[in-house]
């Protein structure tokens, strides 16, 4: 079944682009977050995180839910990078592209 023949379960007038593995509904672009390699919709999303409701109407672009992992996904990655720095060789640790441009400034 091709998702140009489905519409968003919370937008009727766009068409969908994927399909939550959870609730097994159809949702655009907006109604979708990544979260552990796997295209869920926010809703579900919500639940499996243990967040608050969505809040929808206030920020429809960008679910709190969605900064809240992003914000966590970049901490992270961070650390993560700093961590595998500390193994490389210290030419890789002057230059510092890689997490400089990361941390917050
Ligand atoms: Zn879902
Ligand atoms: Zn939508």
């Known amino acids: 079944m091709s998702l140009h023949l489905q519409v968003c379960q919370n937008h009727s007038e766009r068409e969908a682009v994927a399909r939550c593995p959870v ?8 109604c979708v977050t990544e979260h552990d390699d796997q295209v869920v919709c926010a809703a579900c999303l919500t639940k499996s995180v243990r967040q608050e409701p969505l809040q929808q ?49």
Request: hydrophobic share 45%; glycine share 8%; with cysteine.
């Open 23 to 30: 609730c097994r509904l159809y949702f655009c672009r907006e």
């Open 57 to 105: 109407g206030r920020y429809p672009f960008v679910p709190r839910s969605a900064a809240f992992l992003a914000g966590l996904f970049i901490a992270g990655a961070s650390f993560y990078s700093f961590g595998r720095l500390l193994l490389l060789v210290p030419t890789s640790f002057h230059d510092g592209s890689a997490w400089h441009s990361l941390s917050p400034p």
